[in-house]
Antibody, heavy 118, light 104 residues
Framework: QVQVVQSGAEVKKPGASVKVSCTAS????????VHWVRQAPGQGLEWMGR????????DYAQKFQGRVTMTADTSNNTAYMELSRLRSDDTAVYYC???????????WGQGTTVTVSS | EFVLTQSPGTLSLSPGERATLSCRAS???????IAWYQQKPGQAPRLLIS???TRATGIPDRFTGSGAGTDFTLTISRLEPEDFALYYC?????FGGGTKVEIK
């Protein structure tokens, strides 16, 4: 069964960092990109970036450049997204998804709720 | 600046009716990068269509994607109760604002 499973909900203070994990199973991890998409409460989908587990290459949305780091550990088929200098408007559900070179995302995680509050 | 505009914002229809959702890209784009997703409350998005017109695995044939260049369309031929949801189009790193299909 092809799936990606994300880590649990996080509550962080402004200025802190959060690291969300995404563990893949049922397919060749290095054969696909891992994309990260977030959705603020009541809002639409926002693409944050992607990581290529095969070579470690990354591609970040300009909005998150300098604040986000996406990595992957092929020894345990897990991708990570770390977002630093958190602000209240980073409160959102963060999704990881399996994707291909055309950015289509066909397998999604269940989402990780990140709440930023003092 | 690249913009992906979905219309209408909300579509109010009855089960059994046909739904036509629009996604306009400015400037025009390659169809290869166009995808459509369905999202229900509290759930992750689900891929419906990739490459503008190819149904994803397990997607019923009442969902049809079409279009090229600047104008793309998702058509649901006969709405089933489970089709009332939010729909997003995507081009590469950009998502449209979404269309809500609600029960009339």
């Amino acid at each position: 069964q092809v799936q990606v499973v994300q880590s649990g909900a996080e509550v962080k203070k402004p200025g802190a960092s959060v690291k969300v994990s995404c563990t893949a199973s049922g397919y060749r991890f290095t054969g696909y990109h891992v994309h990260w998409v977030r959705q603020a409460p009541g809002q639409g989908l926002e693409w944050m970036g992607r990581n290529n587990p095969q070579n470690g290459g990354t591609d970040y949305a300009q909005k998150f450049q300098g604040r986000v780091t996406m990595t992957a550990d092929t020894s345990n088929n897990t991708a990570y997204m770390e977002l630093s200098r958190l602000r209240s408007d980073d409160t959102a559900v963060y999704y990881c998804a399996r994707g291909d070179k055309y950015y289509w995302m066909d397998v999604w995680g269940q989402g990780t709720t990140v709440t930023v509050s003092s | 600046e690249f913009v992906l505009t979905q219309s209408p914002g909300t579509l109010s229809l009855s089960p059994g009716e046909r739904a036509t959702l629009s996604c306009r890209a400015s400037p025009g784009v390659s169809s290869s990068y166009i995808a459509w997703y369905q999202q229900k409350p509290g759930q992750a998005p689900r891929l419906l269509i990739s490459g503008a017109s190819t149904r994803a695995t397990g997607i019923p044939d009442r969902f049809t994607g079409s279009g090229a260049g600047t104008d793309f369309t998702l058509t649901i031929s006969r709405l089933e109760p489970e089709d009332f949801a939010l729909y997003y189009c995507q081009h590469a790193a950009t998502f449209g604002g979404g269309t809500k299909v609600e029960i009339k």
